[in-house]
Nanobody, 125 residues
Framework: AVQLVESGGGLVQPGGSLRLSCAAS????????MTWVRRPPGKRLEWVST????????YYADSVKGRFTIARDNTKNMLFLQLNNLKTDDTAMYYC??????????????????WGQGTQVTVAV
């Protein structure tokens, strides 16, 4: 069975950094693009970033561009999200998700096969 397990969330002050990880299993990780999605408290899901299967192509939401970096280690079936210069608006539950490979998924949530349980990021003084 496919499993996605996130870790690395926590409480951090504005301007701080965190590194989120997602351990994947149950599928051929290197063949699939992977995505980070977040849900701020009381708000809808937001697409954050996507990385191609080989890692050579990355995409970011405008709200995080220049501050967040997505990466993957296909030798260890791991997905990462480096969060720098965090803002209070970045407070959210962060999920890693596995999208369908036949085109762009973005914020079309029906196009995602699998989701992790999430890891909470709280940015506060």
């Amino acid at each position: 069975a496919v499993q996605l397990v996130e870790s690395g969330g926590g409480l951090v002050q504005p301007g701080g950094s965190l590194r989120l990880s997602c351990a994947a299993s149950g599928f051929t990780f290197s063949q699939d693009a992977m995505t980070w999605v977040r849900r701020p408290p009381g708000k809808r899901l937001e697409w954050v970033s996507t990385i191609s299967g080989g890692g050579g192509q990355t995409y970011y939401a405008d709200s995080v561009k220049g501050r967040f970096t997505i990466a993957r280690d296909n030798t260890k079936n791991m997905l990462f999200l480096q969060l720098n210069n965090l803002k209070t608006d970045d407070t959210a539950m962060y999920y890693c998700a596995r999208p369908r490979n036949d085109g762009w998924s973005g914020d079309n949530w029906a196009r995602y096969y699998n989701w992790g349980q999430g890891t909470q990021v709280t940015v506060a003084v």
